[in-house]
């Protein structure tokens, strides 16, 4: 792609998310973008149909990157399928925290664990075989919202522990939830 364009839609992209920090999308006009971006609406049209054209365009390149870096991990594995993750907020903290921010789309959210929910829905799978559909499904929610609180206490906090640290907090929940469900629920 032509450097010029790249440069536009970076800079259009930043005044938007800029905008996003401090103003309901359904707020922001295309004017505004357009003066913050010191572009014309010929330009902004030329890339994105609206503000929730450009929002959901950032989106799904953000869940690109999210399933690009934990395909690159090639495994199951809870803590190697949470690593990227966090590796991808840290690396992109501003960005992340407007998206889930209260200006963003509240959809996001729910992508982000659709993706989650399958990686791990394979690990669920194997390892409690005899649970019901409906059963895994509740386990996979009550560890990834525990999960989710865990991110956004992180993230509100200023990101100030390492991603290991976060990811390592995480994983021996989960493997203590795993062992106590196993020994308390399934073997009775």
Do not use: H
Not at 50 to 75: A, G, V, W
């Amino acid at each position: 792609m032509d450097k010029r364009i790249v440069n536009t839609k970076e800079r259009i992209t930043d005044r938007f998310m800029k905008l996003l920090k401090t103003t309901a999308l359904d707020k922001i006009t295309v004017t505004q973008i357009c003066r913050r971006a010191n572009i014309n609406r010929a330009t902004f049209y030329k890339y994105y149909d609206n503000p929730y054209d450009l929002l959901s365009k950032i989106e799904s390149e953000y869940i690109n990157l999210f399933e690009r870096r934990i395909e690159s991990e090639k495994t199951d594995a809870f803590p190697q399928v949470l690593s990227p993750i966090l590796s991808t907020i840290a690396d992109t903290k501003d960005l992340f925290a407007v998206l889930i921010g209260e200006n963003g789309d509240g959809a996001f959210r729910k992508r982000v664990f659709e993706l989650c929910y399958r990686r791990n829905m394979d690990i669920i799978n194997e390892k409690f075989p005899t649970l019901s559909d409906e059963e895994k499904k509740w386990m996979f929610f009550f560890i990834g919202e525990g999960c989710n609180g865990i991110l956004q206490q992180w993230i509100d906090g200023g990101m100030k522990e390492s991603t290991e640290q976060v990811a390592d907090f995480c994983t021996a929940l989960v493997k203590t939830l795993n062992k106590n469900f196993m020994e308390n629920y399934l073997i009775k």
